[in-house]
């Protein structure tokens, strides 16, 4: 009880260092998505993607600016992307994905958070069956969205889901999801309806969970930390049952 507890509390004071760590991996977004399709958002919808979320995460303007510009520069190298898969201790499946500069330091740090934590990392592909890749948008909940309505509206942009969540503040939260190839016309649906997005990504969702009890998650939530606190990473998934 007291280990775990103690835990929770330290997490609690790291979530300031991970405003940081979101504005990094934004950073990459806007980066990757000028590489790709060029500065203006207009003509860009992975680039209007990455600025919308930079938004929901109050990431500065001129921020923001600075990334679309020095992405701009030719000489400037892009991010290659790579995921990485494999089991924390107790039998968690974890899936990572990065973008990096240099792979041989991605791979190494990756490799040295499970080995240091009881982990096994595996080989690309072997959790397949595990994670299935969703088109997941959320917004704030308001009177003048009538839900039911919406989902009802949405079903032929390909939503397979709509429902409220709690974020890490405790509010509600609207999320709407759909199949991974329904990714652009879903994003245009919710546009087109006057909605302002929080997020909207395409997520790793868990197809089964992994049941741990409280000093079992303990030992887990120690690999996911590490793996999050490094640059390198964009994002990081796992099927441990709350």
């Known amino acids: 009880m ?7 509390k330290e997490r609690k004071f790291k979530r300031w260092a991970k405003m940081a760590v979101q504005f990094t991996r934004i950073g990459k977004d806007i980066v990757m998505a000028v590489k790709d399709a060029g500065p203006s958002p207009d003509t860009n919808s992975r680039l209007r993607t990455a600025i919308q979320n930079a938004k929901a995460v109050n990431m500065p303007k001129d921020r923001v600016d600075a990334a679309i510009k020095r992405a701009s520069d030719k000489s400037m190298a892009n991010y290659e992307e790579y995921v990485y898969e494999g ?14 500069d240099n792979t041989n330091r991605t791979v190494a740090n990756v490799r040295s958070y499970f080995n240091k934590t009881n982990g096994t990392l595996g080989k690309t592909g ?24 919406l989902e009802f509206e949405l079903i032929d942009a390909g939503l397979e889901e709509l429902y ?5 503040d405790g509010n509600d939260v609207v999320v709407a999801q759909g199949a991974f190839e329904n990714f652009g016309p879903l994003y245009n649906a919710i546009e087109e309806k006057g909605i302002e997005l929080k997020s909207s990504k395409l997520e790793r969702i868990p197809l089964s969970f992994q049941e741990v009890d409280e000093e079992q998650a303990v030992d887990v939530l120690k690999l996911i930390d590490k793996l999050e606190e490094d640059d390198d990473v964009q994002a990081v998934y796992h099927n441990m049952a709350e």
């Open 2 to 8: 007291g280990r775990a507890f103690e835990f929770r």
């Open 87 to 100: 089991y924390a201790a107790h039998g968690v499946a974890v899936l990572i994905e990065t973008a990096t």
């Open 126 to 149: 072997s959790l397949d069956f595990v994670f299935n890749r969703k088109s997941v948008f959320r917004f704030n909940p308001s009177e003048k969205i009538d839900l039911e309505e």
């Open 164 to 168: 409220v969540e709690a974020d890490e």
